[in-house]
């Protein structure tokens, strides 16, 4: 996954909106986008902003909104 094993720490949750409601017996399908990224002083590591959304099976967005990680950079391999 995007975030798996790179996630240094978990910083905030903004504008969490919930949109629609979440049966029993819905598949919840998770879609990730990275909106912004920046660079701190580590070298190591990034602080990467998310947009994130819950969507059911019939593709409605039940919640959305974005998350801040700090994340480990990986390293490049060389060719």
Do not use: C, H, Y
Not at 29 to 43: A, Q, Y
Not at 59 to 69: I, L, Y
């Amino acid at each position: 996954g995007l975030i798996e094993g790179t996630t240094a720490s978990f910083l905030d949750i903004t504008s969490w909106r919930f949109k629609g409601p979440i049966k029993i017996g819905d598949t919840m399908v998770g879609r990730i986008k990275v909106i912004n990224k920046r660079e701190t002083s580590s070298p190591e590591r990034g602080v990467v902003i998310l947009g994130v959304s819950l969507l059911n099976q019939r593709g409605g967005v039940a919640q959305e909104g974005q998350f801040t990680v700090m994340m480990i950079k990986e390293a490049k391999s060389e060719l």
